[in-house]
């Protein structure tokens, strides 16, 4: 990942990128589609694109949105050509493009788009795109190729956030209460869903983009739980994502290969932050935790060679990533010493003092565990499954909370995190601070990139001054294909369809 | 009294039991913390307010009596409402997962009996050759070695080092390995039922009218002691529509137990309510059944 | 009687490693011959007799001579035996229901016997099994044919075992205490078909029997074992007539006699026992089923210090009398009276405890298997305060001593005596808080002849001593006779007929109780002959 | 010889012993660890040497490292006083809730006993690992959850058995003598009846303590059981599993341990079972 991509200054003052793709070729549409591809990413809920957006690894190949989210990050138009937004950043004017058909054969128009953006404002609670839809100020559809969205104020996530607003067919069986067909536009068709199996896609034949896609079929297993590294080494599966600690038995295998998504998991400990347990709301102790974490061997252990230390949300490289801030971090390296010796200036025994860590289930859980009853603590781990872990953070009668969270489509996803009136905000501590929701919103409201960056620096210098959450490091997640796939590659989110890649993307060819 | 009174009086019995479970399992469900608004908050964005709307729009935050009641009225016409997670009707979600669970039940059942069976009898044939003491070690193979670890022992060799199954979906490991658990777990008290029954005074005369030992296994020995194959096969059933969604989740079988095990952590209460409905009427009809058998084959207890 | 004997036995020896079962006998029998084998538990006499059909236990190394029809069986192939089994042999058993298969139908397992040794078509087995129920005198052979051993009695169990036994027409029946688990009448009836079918079809017939009475009648000879020894073998009327070994005379002698009667009535004083129209129903097992009704309007008394027998056979309600009598069991209507008192809802349970006690059928289970025989003792004592802690032992000593046992029984276990030993720890037990009346619920009939003479002898003395009042309950004549002064008789839950012990026996009104006297196995002997008892099994 | 001749010979006795006594060994040397264990192995069950990383055993790690570089032998050592812990705290919980209010209801006449076997049956209707998996996710993981969870799936057995030899035992003659004697009936239960259905119990609970382990780790394989770092055997299984391609010494040490001590429990309750089954043979 080099430097910022110049896009990002551009794609704000009006223009979005023209057409990417050139008129499909003769040549590459007489290509024939072959095979199925096996695939494994993360579950389908449900048959409801707008319901809500955990399902977006699966559900990208069937339905499209207005942008999407390229390898570096960037918005580009995708079911839009252009677009066009108003000096005050409040007016956004999409062109629809043409010649997109929906799976049942007809044109896609801009009343469509219109039509989901309504359902999702009106109909759906939740989800990533409920805070900008709250904002809007009007839908409209002046003509059948242009949609226009006025935003009450304006919002600087927008376009990114637009890329999973997936465009349906209003005609989609149970659009008035929860769709159970959906009709997309995308590479591939709704086909047999079961849930925890598998989920079947065979391709669209009428696809806006010439020549893809290139497979008969993807077919996605569902099922979760199973060590997908076996299935692949086996040849059950072409593509999925393998976790860090099957790396090196992956690497090992010469069938497969392995490429890692654009953008990063991160993994932090937060503090409670809502209702803090004294003294853990005295920042020398919050420090002396800090000093004690060896962010080195924390991220060698959950990634191995892929993962890298820094202090922010931001991954090292990405455009809201500080070096100077990089470089001032204090708990780059372990320091036990000052560890103890806060403690002892706070006036705190770790040995009569308890200490309550939530948490998952997964192995660096431990580590925090570990260290916090090194630093002599009286340990209780809470070890959750995920909704347990969800109720029990929330009742803020915890000190500590190792977690991690994933790639996300635009970095104020990141930031929401730690604003008063965030969602699922108790991974960090159910942070309550006016001053930093004042600089994210600022942030988001900023039409100037620059000035962006700054005003979410500032709001993440503040996180970091009051120890609310202490980032430990990223790293991007592998995802092994085997060698007989071609032309794949991971994005940036988990989204397996998009503007420069993906499933339409892929290709099998001959074993061996 | 007449066979179908007995039952009839049996199955009412069953049905009491089977409502107590039903009552029993949706306050249990309720003692559970969190619910599948939760669930929902966990991969998106939700606020406080969207959550409460969401509560109210699915029910949940109505009294636990008033739940009830809403819920036992529909159950009652096989309508257990929708998965809260997958939007869709929760006895759909069951009859697809059923029969795997019922594949998987049956054939590990069939294979496990009549290996069990088989290797009883010839140990009681022969018991001075080594087939009692395989008896013994698959019985102590069946106490000792839980299936999971098994199963685990087995995708490591079959299918990853030796490639010749595959990792998830086949059918044929998880039969195995519950078929020769089934098996250790019939063969030993078969085989011991098989030794005291040869000390019967019954086989005693039909040694006195000069019967072949293969005869006297077969006809005498074996058909006397298939109450107790009826009796364990009962048992292990009923244990085994547990013990299959061990061996569904670690083989990947989308089956009930994997469906039961989803929806625990999911907090997906009607199909919650509805798998573990299914499986107690499972248990209980399971049991139901081998009381019947019973009487059937024991023209003692016909009357 | 000459030629080659069909059994021939020399030296024969039964081992169990260190054990010898049966020690060195030596018999034979001629075809056509009844040979009767008699000896108490344990003398080996069933040994013996299974050994001849080659089926003693695997454990048991044999030795001697075995011959049947001179050839040499000991050390046979097993192949060898399976031919002469069923064939040539012919075996019956003493339990007939546990003896058959209880899920084959009859007509199957007859039909089994013959096809073990000879291949014939389907009808014509039909044929061979329908004759084999008639010839033991069946009703609705046909119906029998496709019964389950459950659906028929006890008697009819048993002739269905001895169709099977001849079915394939052998030569030798051996029949192993073939009327003990039956009750007295059925004895008579069993016994008569079986001297009937030796003598229609000319068997060799060896007859085990712990009971030297049921022998006279039947046996041409007999043998006497003791301790796996023959101690005595002759003519059945030259071993009846002039016992030539003591053993023999004591079980002779151990037939009970009413010699042994004693009254020591007090008909003033208040009853020990007054019931009145007494009735007991049963819960159904099943949900639905009709209540039973096990005793049914029953009336009688015992006065002071008096012995009332009372008689049936199994079934009849006579247990369930004595349970009622003791409190264990409560009556549905009527009333029962302990000395003036309500047993089933005593207003001093102790006080009804030290009136009334009463002595198991079943000594083994009547004496918990975890405790001494001197704890056993001493639980009594410590329920009713009778003794301090230290004297417990002393007293519990003397009570054995009263029942004949001695001192070294106490720091025993129950299952370390034997059977007659433990119905006297019962009865020191039961004696041990004084009681008034005793109630004995078939107390000998589990035991062997010289010990059931024994125990019998006890008791008398006993109640001679202590002046008790007595119900005592058997289903067999002569042992109640022997120690009652009145009898009543019971059948299907009502008194049918009550006298003194002497009417009874000698001049019975009721045709059962009739029936009764005539199945007295010291009846059968004293006519003894084949002819009389064909007219027992006729009736 | 005949087959089944042989089968009439000996009761099925002699070839137990052995088993016993070897059973026994395997208990006796588990509890040995589960008590004295933890303080002969030198190192720390909780300790994380992160570089030493699945490491293979060596002379001083006899049994190696685990994923977290964690000391295997000590893990194993602390695993077998708590697996132990657990299984007995289970047993014994399923023992108090089972027997106890099967027989108190039992006591109290034919309606309370209805009702209370009532709700057995239906406890038993439910497969105990679903029931354990249910139950574990309403109260929660940790060790107390995990002995509540199994003692109430395993309740009803006892109660059946409790249940059996109580009516067994209150039929016998020397109770129907009891009352004769007019022994009060607290006497009764406490003389003759009790000490019998010990022994029916200890049996069911020789049964139980192994499923015990058994379910516990599976439980723990499910994420549910004892909290992750905690070094139950299950828990070490289910974190070493995964690598158990690259570590199999991690995931060995474990599955060995549980199969040795079910199989050690194994050989000894079938002796019990033989030895103390009443409707078999009556003293000893």
Known sequence: MTQIPLQLLRRHLLLGGAALFAPASALSQAAPRTGTLKVAFLGLDTADPHRHTGSIAVQQVYVEGLTSIADDGTVKPFLATSWEISPDGRRYEFKIREGVRFHNGRLLTAEDVRANAVRVRDQVRGGWLSAPMRLVDSLEAPDARTFVMTMKEPYGPLLNLLSELWIVAPESEGWAQTIR?????????????????????????????????????????????????????????????????????????????????????????????????????????????????????????????????????????????????????????????????????????????????????????????????????????????????????????????????????????RFVRLMSDGPNVGLWGGTRDAEFDRLVRAAIAAVDLNERRRLYLAAWQRAMDNYYTVVIGHAPEPIASRREVTGYSPGFTWGQHRVDGGLAFGALTARG | MSIALQAGLGFLRQAMLLAGIAIAVFLLIRIVPGDVVDSMALEGSLDDEAIAALRAELGLDAGTLTQFR????????????????????????????????????????????????????????????????????????????????????????????????????????????????????????????????????????????????????????????????VALGGLILAGLIGGALTMEVLFGLPGLGTLAYQAISGRDYPVIQAVVLVFAVGVVMVNWATDAIQRSLDPRLRR | MNGVPLVALRDFRVRFGDTTAVDGISLTLQPGETLALVGESGSGKSLTALGMAGLAPSAAQLSGSLRIAGVEMLGASERAWRARRGARIGMVFQEAMGSLNPSMRIGAQIAEAITAHRSLPKAEIACRVHDALTEVGLPDPHGKAAAFPHQLSGGQQQRVMIAMALAADPALLIADEPTTALDTTVQAQILALLVALQARRGLAMLFVSHDLAVVEGIAQRVAVMRHGKVVEAGPTAQVFAAPSHPYTAALLASRPSQAQRISAVDRRSLPALEIEDLTVMFRPHRLGGAKLRAVDGVTLSIAAGEALGLVGESGSGKSTLAKAVVGLVRPATGSIRVFGHDPAAPADRKAMARAVQMVFQDAAGSLNPRLTIAQILAEPLAVHGLAPPAQRRARARQLLEEVGLTATHLDRYPHQLSGGQRQRVAIARALAVDPKLLVCDEPVSALDMTVQAQVLDLLARIRRERGLALLFIGHDLETVGAVSDRIAVMKDGRVIEIGTAEAILQRPANAFTQALVAAMPRRLAGRGCAAELLAVAEA | MSSYGAALAAPPRGSNKVGFSFGMAILGLALLVAIIGPTLVPHDPLTQELAARNAPPDAAHWFGHDHLGRDVLARLVAGTRISLAVALGATLLAMLLGAGLGLAAEALGRWPSFLVFGVFDMVRALPSILLALTLMVALGIGIIPLIVALGVAYAPHMALVARAAWRRESATGYVAAARVMGAAPLATLWRHVLPNIAGALVTQAAIIMPRAITTESVLSFFGLGVSPETPSWGRMISGASRFAESAPHAVLAPVLALCVVTLGFALVGDRLRLALDPLRERGR
């Open chain 2, 70 to 229: 809403i819920w036992v009225s529909r159950a009652l016409v096989g309508d257990f409402g929708n998965s809260l997670r997958f939007d869709r009707p929760a006895s759909e979600l069951i009859l697809a997962a059923l029969p795997t669970t019922l594949g998987l039940a049956a054939l590990a059942l069939a294979a496990g009996l009549a290996l069990g069976i088989v290797m009883a009898a010839a140990a009681a044939l022969w018991p001075g050759s080594a087939l009692p003491s395989l008896v013994e070690i698959l019985n102590l193979w069946s106490i000792a070695l839980p299936t999971f670890c098994v199963g685990l022992a087995a995708i490591l060799v079959f299918s990853v080092w030796l490639g010749w199954l595959p990792v998830i979906g086949q059918w044929l490991s998880p039969v195995l390995i519950l078929a020769v658990d089934i098996a250790g777990q019939v063969a030993k008290p078969l085989h011991e039922d098989l030794k005291e029954a040869a000390t019967a005074s019954h086989i005693r005369t039909a040694r006195a009218k000069g019967l072949s030992p293969a005869r006297i296994v077969l006809r005498h020995l074996l058909p006397n002691a298939l109450t107790t194959v």
């Open chain 1, 181 to 413: 067909q959906p009709i997309g536009t995308g590479p591939f068709r709704f086909g047999r869903w079961q849930p925890n199996v598998s989920f079947h896609a065979p391709a669209f034949a009428q696809y806006w983009q010439a020549g893809l896609p290139r497979v008969e079929a993807v077919e996605f297993s569902l099922r979760d739980g199973a060590d997908l590294s076996l299935a692949l080494r086996a040849g059950d599966l072409h593509i999925g994502r393998i976790g860090y600690d099957k790396l090196a038995s992956v690497r090992a295998d010469p069938n497969l290969e392995v490429r890692f998504m654009k953008d990063t998991t991160w993994w932090f400990w937060s503090f409670n932050n809502r209702n803090p347990r004294p003294p853990f709301n005295d920042i020398r102790v919050r420090q002396a935790v800090s000093f004690m974490l060896d962010k080195p061997a924390f991220m060698r252990f959950v990634a191995g060679e892929a993962g890298t230390v820094t202090n922010q949300m931001a991954a090292p490289g990405q455009f809201y990533w500080d070096k100077a801030m990089h470089d001032a971090d204090a708990h780059a390296a372990p320091n036990e010493t000052r560890a103890h010796a806060l403690l002892r200036e706070a006036g705190v025994n770790p040995a009569n003092t308890p200490c309550r860590i939530v948490s998952w289930q997964s192995a660096y859980t431990e580590i925090a565990v570990q260290t916090m009853r090194k630093l002599g603590f009286q340990v209780e781990h809470l070890a959750l499954d995920d909704i347990g872990a969800q109720r029990r953070l929330g009742q803020y009668d915890w000190d500590l909370a190792p977690f991690s969270s994933g790639p996300r489509a635009d970095i104020f996803l």
